[in-house]
Each structure stands twice: as C-alpha cells, then as structure tokens.
C-alpha cells in the first residue's frame, strides 16, 4: 500500500523567510497530492493540491511541486508570516485514487518567529 | 458555505461507557472518512463509506467500534466499551469521488473524546 514520509517534523523561521516541507511517497499510481493546514485546535483545511498531470503550481505565497520520477512532492511557502504557523500535513491518494482514500504524512509543525 | 458538521464536539467520559460520535457530511458528496488523531499517531483512517456501502474499515479495531451510515445525511462511530487509550480528537471527512483523478476531502471540526 501507499506510504508517505514527510520532513521535518519541526520547522522554525522567521517572519519573512521561505519554508519548504518535503514529503515522498512509495506508490507510482498515487495521483492526487492535497496539503492540508491545521492550526491549534482546529480542523484541518486544505490550501493546495496538486494532480500528476502538471509539474507545479502556485497560490500566492503558496506553491507545491511534484517530482513524479522520484516520487516526491514539496511545499514552499515564501515571506512566510506568524499566522502561517501551523501544522501541515501532505497526502497522497492511494490506489491512484480510485478508492478515494488519502494517505496522510505525520505532519510539520512550522512555527514563523516575528 | 457548505461544511462538513460533528457532535458532540467535546466528550467525557468514564472507562466502559459507550461513546456515539455523528457527523453530518456535505450535501451531494459520496464518501465519507473517519479518521483518529493523536500527537503519536498523527492521522490515522478508520474507516470510510461510499453510497452509504463501507469500502474499508481495516483501521478501526473491530471488537469496540463501529461506523454506520443509516443515511446519506448522517454517519456515526460509536466505541463500546471506551478505553483510556480511546481519548484522541476523532475527525469526519467527506469528498465527491467519482473516479480518478481524485477529489479532495473536507475535514468537520472534531469530536475531542477523552476517557478516563
């Protein structure tokens, strides 16, 4: 079945520096790659996804890459601000998503220092 | 702004009691999840639902929980007897799948369960 790692665990920036958390997954038919973001207390909601037909894509200050060769998929947060703290989770579809089920990396806490 | 709706959204409870969980999906999406969280175990999915049909519940230990979907409107996971080691925030998703490529899912808020 599908496995995803993700790294690091923790990240600390400061206000106004990048952050990039990185996750790989072992299944060649996953196709679907969503990140979530999870601050305290809350649900977790989605921010951008990522499907196996393109190679990157951006939302502002938010953008995901997808390296389908080697089975790794990144996400870069630029000028990184305090409300961006948060824990982020990435997810990959199992089963090239005909199940409709996600596999769900452990999580990157980012904290963003002012 | 449609959203996925959990009760209770906190829930105490002794050892032994029986714990119902419901979650009301979005309107028109297909398939729903149950997923634990905890700080050791991140996310972890317990089961899901599609059409109402269970299509996997091979994380869900089978000998205190159940999920159900009477209808189309409401799912529940219930645990009896509740352990100690049951407290976790327990979260409902529900998506549209109808096929690849995949759909996303939409988390409800949580049911934050402790049980002492």
């Known amino acids: 079945g599908e496995n995803v790692e993700q790294h690091p665990s923790t990240l600390s920036v400061q206000e106004g520096d990048s952050a990039v958390i990185k996750c790989t997954y072992s299944?060649?038919?996953?196709?679907?790659f969503p990140w979530y973001k999870q601050e305290l207390g809350k649900r977790p909601q989605l921010i951008i996804d990522?499907?196996?037909?393109?190679g990157e894509k951006k939302d502002q200050r938010i953008a995901v890459t997808l390296n389908k060769t080697a089975k790794h998929f990144s996400l870069h947060i630029t000028e990184t601000q305090p409300e961006d703290s948060a824990v982020y989770f990435c997810?990959?579809?199992?089963?090239?998503?005909?199940?409709?089920?996600?596999?769900f990396g452990k999580g990157t806490k980012l904290s963003v220092k002012p | 702004d449609a959203r996925v709706t959990q009760t209770p959204r906190h829930k105490v409870t002794e050892m032994g009691q029986e714990v119902t969980m419901r979650c009301q999906p979005i309107?028109?999406?297909?398939?729903v999840f149950w997923y634990r969280q905890t700080m050791m175990q991140g996310l972890e999915l317990l089961a899901y639902f599609r059409n109402r049909a269970p299509l996997d519940d091979s994380g869900m230990p089978k000998d205190r929980f159940s999920a159900e979907m009477p209808d189309a409107t409401l799912a529940t996971l219930k645990i009896q007897p509740s352990e100690p080691r049951d407290s976790a925030v327990y979260f409902c998703?529900?998506?549209?799948?109808?096929?690849?490529?995949?759909?996303?899912?939409?988390f409800g808020p949580g049911t934050r369960l402790l049980v002492l």
């Open positions: 299944d060649s038919a996953s196709n679907y």
């Open positions: 997810a990959a579809s199992q089963r090239g998503g005909s199940q409709g089920n996600l596999i």
């Open positions: 309107l028109g999406h297909n398939t």
């Open positions: 990522i499907r196996s037909n393109v």
């Open positions: 998703a529900s998506g549209l799948v109808l096929g690849t490529p995949q759909e996303t899912q939409y």
